[in-house]
């Protein structure tokens, strides 16, 4: 028993001196495990602008990610115990980091190709970002678990001290990214960043094993290096669709070749605002020619109003109220402060007192609103991809409604194809919370055969359609109203939507079908 004895303690002295000193095995975990949880946050801006931000991305982001750090962690496993987790560990951090930078330039490369909201480009394109590069940083921890263990008494305070620092550094990575890394850098300053602190981190490593074992332990490939550099080359000569990245979106303004003063505001896949930089009533997307009816209808020309603007873009509607019906006091609520800093220095937003803008979402702006105090509601936060459920549901209306006065009106753009479940999920919403209620489309949408944009318009008071019907005639709109009996019968069975049950991803239809 005694020589049993001497040979186990003879044992972990051996497997004592083959570990990492503690603070750098707790380093290592904390980096290798605080890079997947950045990789995750930045690949799914890194995907946004060539597949939209929805549900289903994030799902497949969040998905892919999950999936990597599982079968990562059952292989980084499964390695330590059939080799010597000393030659494995700072390859396996220098690969993945080296992939973390070269994710950028194959999604960027790939994305031209993969765009729309279809599943498949969804799904490729969030595999491309994450699997790889995940797989190997999350087969690290449980390499250096296996290092660590000196002997199976000590096994539950290595598991679970290594165990616990990995969480850590998945929730620091967490938080920094969100709050911090997302506002002072690009995507593509984060994921370079990271990686190379990744690869700096396994070198470092790799240097230290030999220095303590003078073998093979801690070399790292010649090609891994290398895979680094071209990652890093690639990264700076990859396509980027963004003049800025905003806290939301990959944005950009571009000029419109058939009109000098024309400016289109792009947020990831959407044409979202048209702005005439020298005509404020020059208005070249039909819904906002047929927000600009409903403004033209509801009020004597010429007369101020006081309106609300959930959603800002380009801000052509408060422009277009400030020049046509001067003294107007409109106020827009924009969640995303990158577009506006686009809106002052590219597109000529001057704030008055008669124009401001806060940063903020706009169910946070809707509670806040003071009761009956607006002629109009405008909501223009609806795009084609991503839908904000908060402002959809009768709770949300509840606080448009609160927010107007007794004659007020809430007129909205929308965005939908076949089956136009969601269109008709929100109509059903505003008849629960308003009793007059107005569809402003095509004959083709309204027959449901098409799809794009559309307006809807409510009211406490009688709409007045009569006028509404002549002013999208005079702006040239192909457009028409449906009311009563026919917007019954368009609506159907739609559900209401509510705060507890709102599921406006499923039943939106992103993009048109070949058919429809």
Same mark, same amino acid.
């Given at each position: 028993?005694?020589?049993?004895?001497?040979?186990?303690?003879?044992?972990?002295?051996?497997?004592?001196?083959?570990?990492?000193?503690?603070?750098?095995?707790?380093?290592?975990?904390?980096?290798?495990?605080?890079?997947?949880?950045?990789?995750?946050?930045?690949?799914?801006?890194?995907?946004?602008?060539?597949?939209?931000?929805?549900?289903?991305?994030?799902?497949?982001?969040?998905?892919?990610?999950?999936?990597?750090?599982?079968?990562? %962690?059952?292989?980084?496993?499964?390695?330590?115990?059939?080799?010597?987790?000393?030659?494995?560990?700072?390859? /396996?951090?220098?690969?993945?980091?080296?992939?973390?930078?070269?994710?950028?330039?194959?999604?960027?490369?790939?994305?031209?190709?993969?765009?729309?909201?279809?599943?498949?480009?969804?799904?490729?394109?969030?595999?491309?970002?994450?699997?790889?590069?995940? %797989?190997?940083?999350?087969?690290?921890?449980?390499?250096?678990?296996?290092?660590?263990?000196?002997?199976?008494?000590?096994?539950?305070?290595?598991?679970?001290?290594?165990?616990?620092?990995?969480?850590?550094?998945?929730?620091?990575?967490?938080?920094?990214?969100?709050?911090?890394?997302?506002?002072?850098?690009?995507?593509?300053?984060?994921?370079?960043?990271?990686?190379?602190?990744?690869?700096?981190?396994?070198?470092?490593?790799?240097?230290? /094993?030999?220095?303590?074992?003078?073998?093979?332990?801690?070399?790292?490939?010649?090609?891994?290096?290398?895979?680094?550099?071209?990652? %890093? /080359?690639?990264?700076?000569?990859?396509?980027?669709?963004?003049?800025?990245?905003?806290?939301?979106?990959?944005?950009?303004?571009?000029?419109?070749?058939?009109?000098?003063?024309?400016?289109?505001?792009?947020?990831?896949?959407?044409?979202?605002?048209?702005?005439?930089?020298?005509?404020?009533?020059?208005?070249?997307?039909?819904?906002?020619?047929?927000?600009?009816?409903?403004?033209?209808?509801?009020?004597?020309?010429?007369?101020?109003?006081?309106?609300?603007?959930?959603?800002?873009?380009?801000?052509?509607?408060?422009?277009?109220?400030?020049?046509?019906?001067?003294?107007?006091?409109?106020?827009?609520?924009?969640?995303?402060?990158?577009?506006?800093?686009?809106?002052?220095?590219?597109?000529? /937003?001057?704030?008055?007192?008669?124009?401001?803008?806060?940063?903020?979402?706009?169910?946070?702006?809707?509670?806040?609103?003071?009761?009956?105090?607006?002629?109009?509601?405008?909501?223009?936060?609806?795009?084609?991809?991503?839908?904000?459920?908060?402002?959809?549901?009768?709770?949300?209306?509840?606080?448009?409604?609160?927010?107007?006065?007794?004659?007020?009106?809430?007129?909205?753009?929308?965005?939908?194809?076949?089956?136009?479940?969601?269109?008709?999920?929100?109509?059903?919403?505003?008849?629960?919370?308003?009793?007059?209620?107005?569809?402003?489309?095509?004959?083709?949408?309204?027959?449901?055969?098409?799809?794009?944009?559309?307006?809807?318009?409510?009211?406490?008071?009688?709409?007045?359609?009569?006028?509404?019907?002549?002013?999208?005639?005079?702006?040239?709109?192909?457009?028409?109203?449906?009311?009563?009996?026919?917007?019954?019968?368009?609506?159907?069975?739609?559900?209401?939507?509510?705060?507890?049950?709102?599921?406006?991803?499923?039943?939106?239809?992103?993009?048109?079908?070949?058919?429809?």
């Amino acid at each position: 028993m005694a020589g049993t004895g001497e040979a186990l303690a003879e044992s972990a002295d051996r497997a004592r001196s083959a570990a990492l000193p503690d603070w750098v095995a707790a380093v290592v975990t904390f980096l290798a495990s605080g890079a997947v949880l950045v990789l995750e946050i930045a690949g799914l801006r890194l995907i946004a602008p060539y597949v939209g931000i929805t549900l289903q991305t994030n799902t497949a982001v969040i998905g892919f990610a999950l999936a990597a750090i599982a079968v990562g %962690a059952w292989m980084g496993g499964a390695l330590a115990d059939r080799t010597d987790p000393r030659r494995l560990i700072a390859p /396996l951090l220098v690969a993945g980091g080296a992939l973390v930078v070269a994710v950028l330039p194959l999604v960027r490369f790939a994305g031209s190709v993969l765009t729309g909201a279809d599943a498949g480009s969804v799904l490729l394109l969030a595999a491309v970002a994450v699997v790889v590069p995940a %797989a190997l940083l999350s087969a690290v921890p449980p390499m250096v678990v296996k290092l660590q263990l000196a002997s199976l008494a000590e096994t539950g305070s290595v598991v679970g001290r290594l165990s616990g620092i990995g969480t850590l550094g998945g929730i620091a990575a967490t938080f920094l990214t969100g709050f911090l890394l997302v506002a002072v850098f690009p995507t593509s300053g984060i994921l370079v960043g990271t990686g190379l602190v990744a690869v700096l981190a396994g070198i470092a490593v790799g240097v230290l /094993l030999r220095r303590r074992t003078g073998g093979a332990a801690g070399r790292v490939p010649a090609a891994l290096l290398l895979l680094a550099v071209v990652g %890093a /080359l690639l990264a700076a000569v990859a396509p980027s669709p963004c003049q800025a990245e905003t806290a939301y979106h990959c944005a950009r303004v571009a000029a419109d070749p058939e009109r000098d003063s024309g400016r289109v505001l792009v947020l990831d896949t959407l044409r979202h605002s048209y702005v005439d930089l020298a005509d404020p009533t020059y208005l070249e997307f039909a819904y906002v020619r047929a927000i600009a009816a409903v403004t033209d209808a509801m009020a004597p020309a010429g007369e101020p109003l006081s309106a609300l603007h959930l959603g800002g873009g380009g801000a052509t509607v408060p422009r277009y109220l400030a020049a046509v019906r001067p003294g107007t006091e409109s106020l827009v609520i924009e969640v995303d402060p990158g577009v506006v800093e686009m809106d002052r220095e590219q597109l000529g /937003l001057t704030e008055t007192d008669g124009l401001r803008v806060e940063v903020a979402d706009a169910r946070v702006g809707l509670e806040q609103e003071a009761p009956g105090e607006r002629d109009l509601v405008v909501g223009d936060a609806f795009g084609g991809l991503s839908v904000p459920w908060q402002l959809t549901t009768v709770e949300a209306l509840g606080l448009v409604d609160r927010a107007l006065t007794d004659d007020g009106v809430y007129v909205a753009n929308l965005i939908d194809h076949p089956p136009l479940g969601f269109v008709r999920a929100e109509l059903a919403t505003l008849q629960a919370v308003f009793p007059h209620v107005a569809l402003l489309a095509r004959d083709a949408v309204l027959a449901g055969e098409e799809g794009g944009n559309v307006v809807v318009l409510a009211s406490q008071q009688p709409l007045p359609l009569d006028a509404v019907g002549t002013a999208l005639g005079r702006r040239d709109l192909d457009w028409r109203v449906a009311s009563g009996a026919e917007l019954a019968e368009f609506v159907g069975e739609a559900e209401v939507l509510t705060d507890d049950h709102a599921p406006v991803d499923q039943l939106l239809t992103p993009y048109a079908t070949a058919g429809s």
